[in-house]
């Protein structure tokens, strides 16, 4: 069973010099090989596939890799057992700068790009450049997604889908991916003249190898080949699916689209343009529409053109449609390299394998992205200007410094995917409020509730793993209260650090926010059922917008029981607080983060009333969207409210209390923080150290108004 | 840039006729070439290197591997360019069975060799088989392991290595690993005298590649090479590190045996075992130890037999020590085979990469690996017989029936890391008691308050990912009080489906708990602070274990509080009771689940009094270790305590209650399948068929003894 030493590799030197001979033939002469073993004759039509490649060879000789790919039957033209064609493989070189394109729309489009995205990163070794053709939903989260992701040596372009749209927007298409389906046809009149070669991939594939090797089947193309191709994995274009099932024009099974390899600088010698024009006219003379979108089309040109297609071996494109013969290919390759989810299915596809291959998309799915953002090794540095100035800040702190691990937190710059689930920005209405939050894992459960007392837009930053996200989006569908509604915009921030960044957490929601105001709150708290109602209402009656700058204060209570009836006004809420079933916020804790509200007065109150900012005043307020951040040097617990307060007193925003507002405070586990705060000198050293930082900047920028602040700081207190 | 069509063909070709030429030469002839180049004369010593492999040849010619390996400056005896010396890859054959041997002790290596295993399957596409000599702790963990593991195509043997001290024990040693570290030397004498080769690993390596490379590399071996190794990439062999630094004989820098391809049938041949020891005996009489172990040894043995070495490419071994070379390694290598965390600081070694090589451990210590049940397609099978079974009778589900997630559950065997931190077993008492409990991420909070409550030993399951696994180890370690605690072991069971699997988790921690009675309570209740003492004491009274077969009840009350005095006796509690500030449990919402404990007659008592079984009773329980195990049936929310206490009761357990026992619930927010049982009526519907087979599979057991059980059942009632 084991090789044993010199037999072997004479056996393995004789096998070599054979192979050599069969390759220096095929590469440098007209492929008679390749034709004489083609007894359809087709094979003349089709351009003789030149050897596609296969980088592992077993050490008895037999071919492993291309035993698969070529004596596979669903090779249809070439099902014969053309392995002596392999040559050795040809990866690029190593720093040779690869391209990709992607067409992408909308929200969920874009969680899958990301986890395409996730496997390249993974296995390559290549610097790589993605052209992204996206529409504005997909710019948006795209452009925030690889801006904070910041991985070198990976360079991203955009390209304006809208544009493209007059392009192909005559063709009729019945194919789920709609218009953008299409637009693969027009890459090579959009991308970068100067541009060669590219490979063009669906957002549903998963790479499970290095997309080095694809690229180098560029090296196997003939000089009129232009475009290299799967065969498709399915019986559509035979035509013989249903009766009367008459598919577009294919060679055989044709080809698939999910990957491509586009020669583009030859396409556009060849004129592709026109090409794929007058054949897509020609065909829908009598063709209602594409059922298969670009695909339909390029099978219908390569038909036409069959010197055009370089056939690419089976395993770049396992495709696991719902009635895929895939598992000619897959059963007897040694190594899968893409996997196509190409049913609309997705990853639930019914396939008596798909649970294998589930698991290759799950671990992408589920993969820290952080741990991507590696360097490659011996290529020139192709660290972003941001990241640099980055790694400079880190590098310049201080091990030993106690509050290392502050200073070190503040300066992370999270990954941050912003709208992960479909959203709809709310109309443009004058008065409208977004309620702003940020939450872990473990307040997801409040999520149902919140959107129970808050009928009006949210934007929610949630702090969570890559696999949290992935948990995150089941619990939202499975919950009817939660998938009804289109206004909640929710943005993950991915985990990194030992500390929760409280506020960039809350500037990456405020940031986020669509409409003209927004109530600051914490995902902890309950409205008023009337509350966004009742905002809105008094935003309008004060003028806000013209006459003054204000931050509405929403005086805040707390019950310390879980079961606890909601009151329905703020009549219901005195009597609770009478009965001692409801008490002002942190009554007993920390009284003076919400004692300026004026309880007593309130509970009197027809009309707003202004109050004086004070020392340690932590309210939960309305204030316009415009309004100044959150410091980003507060992460974990403490001063993180309290230091925006300051900056919305100091900026002279009037603090007004609203007689009918109220939101409660339900009891919750302490956050792990709030106990690292108790528990720890250091941690409460670092946050005093932190304040004092804060106040120096604050008397920086605005002098001697700053004063006050600091007076306020110097009066011992305890800490919060 | 781009490579251009035909005259890059012809190029390749011709570099490729070069190759051969150069390849059948080094093969077929005596490697004059390579004596040629080795100037300082010690290549005969040696033994020429034989054209280690390299899979990955840029399409631009240049070798890329292997100019990185053999152009390398730490290559040191063969430190030229050796790249044509490359010959055509050879992998081991598609199914060929590859072999690992591994030594393992204690709880941390058997975490380590866990992450390491998970690196070798996700790039291996081969049959494994792993031989792992391991001490008693690592052998329990691991056996129980890879037995719920279940991967497809993956042997694993243990090896006593208590049973090897006596061979190596009279070698001094003061390396950290101690003895296990020179376990390696004697595999060839315990290995299966029929197992021809195999590869040696440390349990602080991770794979970035498919191990079959590696074995790839036996094919290298002259007739008389018998150990395959990567030079030693740090000074320590050169001697030259510190005054009077006196190191092991070695071959220039030496080599590092964290990574050994090991000829075995050729070792026994030579003589191994004579060979290490005389070579030790000699050198032990100048030194006064081995500092690194085998590695001493394997050195000292090479230095005189240079002949049985075969070097192999520095890719396969990257030492990240602290005074590391290996950057002359990486950083021409396309590709990274092997890290090798041998700094005893491991992953948070300090070295200016340190970050992008911990990525690649942090990928594999977080991978669920649940994922790599895969099977290898194509390959016989090689599926366990348990596996077989399970994966029929998860076949046989109806996919359509409403409680198809419930008897999914039910049937999944979930992966259990048993003392997943280093642990302690209590010392043999006669009356000594384990509080056993299980618990997910959400509840780490409450560890720290219950080990200043209960004293004593504990058995606890988690049910966590990969991921969270991680979380939870930090979690521990930023603890002082849980840190301090040796008698707390952690068993984790990994997460798989969508219901809380409860009383699986129970069995788990139960049947880990080894002191003679258990304490069956859950996480969310703090038991009172002398409870431990008085339920031992209780036991020996009570002479359980000889005259009576008894469950003792410690009743349960709740507070609805967070901020809560814990009450210091009976007298403060019943205080607290008549205050309303603590209830009986559940007294509103299920109070039949603790009615028979009889709260009124508990204030009164003064002796312990025996009490009724009633329908939906679900007492906390101090009873026998070997008592009946729960019902695995019942996952996700509700009836799996009952359940328990039904099967107590019909063993005829008496229950006896406890006057001085109490414990109590902390409040949380509700679990989210307590969300879902009472928002969805199919759950609630599963739950009602699980009660029914439940008292089927009784009545069958039990026969009319168990009629009272099922007459209970029917009286209409609110669920639980």
Redesign the interface.
């Known amino acids: 069973?084991?090789?044993r030493?010199?037999p072997?590799?004479?056996g393995?030197?004789a096998l070599?010099?054979l192979l050599?001979l069969l390759?220096?033939f095929f590469?440098?002469g007209g492929d008679p090989e390749c034709e004489r073993l083609e007894p359809d004759g087709r094979a003349g039509d089709l351009g003789c596939p030149r050897c596609p490649l296969t980088?592992?060879?077993?050490?008895?000789g037999?071919l492993?890799g291309a035993s698969a790919l070529h004596g596979d039957p669903l090779a249809g033209h070439w099902d014969h057992n053309r392995s002596a064609c392999d040559?050795?493989?040809?990866?690029?070189?190593?720093c040779?700068?690869l391209h990709v394109a992607i067409v992408c729309a909308g929200h969920n489009s874009s969680r899958e790009v990301i986890t395409l995205v996730k496997s390249l990163l993974f296995y390559r070794?290549n610097p790589l450049h993605l052209h992204l053709v996206t529409d504005a939903v997909a710019r948006n989260i795209l452009e925030t997604l690889f801006r904070t992701w910041m991985v070198p040596a990976l360079g991203v372009s955009f390209y304006h889908a809208d544009q493209l749209q007059p392009q192909i927007s005559w063709i009729p298409n019945k194919h789920y991916s709609g218009l953008y389906g299409l637009m693969k046809l027009v890459l090579p009149g959009i991308l970068p003249p100067g541009l060669?070669?590219v490979i063009v991939l669906d957002t549903d594939v998963t790479f499970a190898s290095d997309i080095a090797e694809l690229w180098?089947l560029?090296?196997?193309?003939?000089?009129k080949q232009v475009i290299g191709l799967v065969e498709n994995q399915s019986d559509w274009y035979l035509g013989n699916l249903w009766k009367n099932h008459r598919p577009w024009p294919a060679l055989g099974r044709g080809f698939n689209t999910g990957v491509i390899l586009l020669w583009l600088d030859r396409l556009r010698q060849v004129g592709w343009e026109q090409m794929w024009k007058l054949t897509a006219q020609r065909e829908l003379l009598t063709l209602a529409a594409t059922s298969l979108a670009d695909q339909d089309i390029f099978n219908a040109v390569i038909k036409e053109h069959p010197e055009l297609v370089q056939p690419l071996p089976c395993v770049w494109n396992v495709q696991l449609s719902d009635h895929t013969r895939a598992e000619h290919c897959?059963?007897?390759?040694?190594?899968l390299k893409v996997i196509h989810w190409n049913s609309p299915k997705k990853v639930r596809v019914k396939n008596k394998?798909a649970?294998?291959f589930r698991?290759f998309y799950?671990?992408f799915l589920?993969?820290?992205g952080n741990?991507?953002?590696?360097?490659l090794?011996?290529c020139p540095s192709q660290t972003l200007p941001e990241a640099e100035q980055l790694q400079r800040a880190l590098a310049q702190l201080d091990e030993e410094d106690a509050c290392f691990e502050f200073r070190q937190q503040q300066l992370t710059v999270h990954r941050v995917h912003i709208t992960f689930l479909p959203h709809k920005p709310p109309p443009p209405r004058p008065h409208d409020i977004t309620l702003v939050a940020q939450l872990s894992m473990?307040r997801?459960?409040m999520l149902e509730a919140l959107c129970r007392h808050w009928p009006g837009p949210m934007s929610l930053a949630l702090y969570l793993?890559d696999?949290e996200a992935q948990q995150f989006l089941h619990?939202v569908e499975a919950s009817p209260v939660l998938s009804a509604r289109q206004d909640v915009a929710y943005h993950v921030v991915y985990r990194e650090g030992p500390l929760y960044p409280v506020n960039q957490l809350r500037n990456v929601a405020l940031a986020q926010a669509l409409t003209p105001y927004v109530f600051l709150s914490d995902i902890d708290f309950l409205p008023a059922y009337s509350l966004y109602d009742y905002l809105r209402a008094s935003i309008e009656q004060l003028e806000l917008g013209s006459r003054r700058k204000a931050a509405l204060v929403v005086p805040a209570f707390e019950t310390?029981?879980?079961?606890f009836t909601f009151p329905s006004s703020k009549a219901e809420l005195l009597a609770l607080l009478d009965s001692g079933s409801l008490y002002t916020f942190r009554y007993?804790e920390w009284p003076q983060g919400h004692a300026p509200t004026d309880y007593a007065r309130w509970r009197e109150a027809q009309a707003p009333y202004r109050v004086q900012w004070a020392a340690d005043y932590e309210p939960y307020v309305v204030v316009p969207r415009d309004c100044p951040r959150y410091d980003p040097r507060f992460v974990g617990f403490g001063w993180n409210k309290v230091a925006h307060i300051v900056e919305l007193d100091a900026q002279e925003f009037e603090l007004l209390v609203l007689p009918e507002a109220f939101t409660i405070h339900l009891?919750?586990?302490?956050s792990?923080d709030i106990?690292r705060f108790r528990s720890s000198s250091t941690y409460r050293d670092c946050l005093q150290a932190l304040k004092e930082e804060f106040h120096q900047d604050l008397s920086r920028r605005y002098g001697a108004a700053a004063l006050k602040y600091l007076t306020a700081l110097q009066q011992p207190r305890s800490p919060a």
Do not use: C
């Not at 040559?87 to 190593?94: G, I």
């Open positions: 069973m084991l090789p030493g010199r072997r590799a004479l393995a030197a070599l010099l050599l390759i220096g590469l440098l980088p592992r060879v077993p050490s008895d037999r492993r040559p050795w493989p040809q990866l690029p070189p190593k040779e700068l070794k060669a070669r180098a560029f090296a196997h193309f003939s000089d897959y059963s007897e390759a040694a190594d394998h649970g294998f698991n799950l671990t589920g993969y820290d741990l991507l953002r590696r360097e090794f011996g473990d997801l459960q793993t696999a619990f310390l029981r879980y079961r007993h009891p919750h586990a302490p792990l106990s």
